[in-house]
Nanobody
Framework: VQLQASGGGLVQAGGSLRLSCAAS????????MGWFRQAPGKEREFVAA????????YYADSVKDRFTISRDNAKNTLYLQMNNLKPEDTAVYYC??????????????WGQGTLVTVSS
């Protein structure tokens, strides 16, 4: 599986962005998928995960009620809708696939990352 994240950019605090992760390979729908992020000078951290069917979703406490993870298996695409963004959300965001739900340690496959910058 190859993953390509996009949708990052510069946004003011309180704004919104939607990240996308396009996956190649016919087995996309079988994988649990998730998002991680890495802020400058910090370790990569878990953001959210979703099972292959979308029936189970898990969020980090720091993004709960602000971010929404979803997927469209017909389009081989994973999404992360980010609302009410805060400066502390500034990071490179990575999508990941494979592994065991809720992917707290990441999956077997990783995308290249997309930068989100939130200005105060």
């Amino acid at each position: 599986v190859q993953l390509q994240a996009s949708g990052g950019g510069l946004v003011q605090a309180g704004g919104s962005l939607r990240l996308s992760c396009a996956a190649s390979g016919r087995t996309f729908s079988r994988y649990t998928m998730g998002w991680f992020r890495q802020a400058p000078g910090k370790e990569r951290e878990f953001v959210a995960a979703i099972t292959w069917s979308g029936g189970s979703i898990y969020y980090a406490d720091s993004v709960k009620d602000r971010f929404t993870i979803s997927r469209d298996n017909a389009k081989n695409t994973l999404y992360l809708q980010m609302n009410n963004l805060k400066p502390e959300d500034t990071a490179v965001y990575y999508c990941t696939a494979g592994g065991s739900y809720p992917l707290l340690r990441g999956g077997d496959y990783w995308g290249q990352g997309t930068l989100v910058t939130v200005s105060s």
